[in-house]
Nanobody, 120 residues
Framework: QVQLQESGPGLVKPSQTLSLTCTVS??????????WSWIRQPPGKGLEWMGV???????YYSPSLKSRTSISRDTSKNQFSLQLSSVTPEDTAVYYC????????????WGQGTQITVSS
């Protein structure tokens, strides 16, 4: 059973950089054909895909967030991380990490989500 767990600061001040980590258990982030995404949901809005890191370490980002987003991984800890720079209150959301199979398609495992509030 694969489990994902987000961790982060909860509250971030405007203009700062948000850093989140997703710890994966029950499966390796380097296993072929799986990708690992960050997805967020602002209050009252739908899910927004932010970016992904693949099993080979390649990354892809949402065009609307690409200039502010970076995704990296620590294979020794089986973790992948998100950095979002220059945050504003519009970045307030529940942030999720999730796994997708490139063979079967669709997200099969999600973290429980972590609330991030951007406020001074």
């Amino acid at each position: 059973q694969v489990q994902l767990q987000e961790s982060g600061p909860g509250l971030v001040k405007p203009s700062q950089t948000l850093s989140l980590t997703c710890t994966v258990s029950g499966g390796s982030i380097t296993t072929s054909y799986y990708t690992w995404s960050w997805i967020r949901q602002p209050p009252g809005k739908g899910l927004e895909w932010m970016g992904v890191i693949a099993y080979d370490g390649s990354t892809y980002y949402s065009p609307s967030l690409k200039s502010r987003t970076s995704i990296s991984r620590d294979t020794s800890k089986n973790q992948f991380s998100l950095q979002l720079s220059s945050v504003t209150p519009e970045d307030t959301a529940v942030y999720y990490c999730a796994r997708e199979s490139t063979i079967e398609g669709g997200y099969d495992y999600w973290g429980q989500g972590t609330q991030i509030t951007v406020s001074s």
